[in-house]
Nanobody
Framework: VQLQASGGGSVQAGGFLRLSCAAS????????MGWFRQAPGNEREFVAA????????YYADSVKGRFAISRDNAKNTVDLQMNNLKPDDTAKYYC????????????????????WGQGTLVTVSS
């Protein structure tokens, strides 16, 4: 599964971005999906997850209430809407697919994911 993340950019604090994760030759609705991020000098950390069914989501406390993960089955993408961005959100964002997940699983750790995209950079200035 080849994943391609896009939508990153530079915004001021309080702004918004929408990241998108697309797949070549695969239907993303078959997988549980997640977004992670990695700031310079830090480990890659969990941001948000969506179950295969689409009915369950989970968010890191740091983004809860500001970010929303969703599927667009028509476009075969999994998106991350990021609102009220803060400088601490600055990082490279990665999407990932958990191909072994059950219908309701929301995977929250890196080891649960099987495939990763290349990342898209988000920079938030104060």
């Amino acid at each position: 599964v080849q994943l391609q993340a896009s939508g990153g950019g530079s915004v001021q604090a309080g702004g918004f971005l929408r990241l998108s994760c697309a797949a070549s030759g695969r239907t993303l609705s078959s997988y549980a999906m997640g977004w992670f991020r990695q700031a310079p000098g830090n480990e890659r950390e969990f941001v948000a997850a969506l179950s295969r069914s689409g009915g369950r989501t989970y968010y890191a406390d740091s983004v809860k209430g500001r970010f929303a993960i969703s599927r667009d089955n028509a476009k075969n993408t999994v998106d991350l809407q990021m609102n009220n961005l803060k400088p601490d959100d600055t990082a490279k964002y990665y999407c990932a697919a958990d191909i072994r997940a059950s219908t309701q699983t929301v995977a929250r750790t890196r080891s649960e994911y099987d495939y990763w995209g290349q990342g898209t950079l988000v920079t938030v200035s104060s």
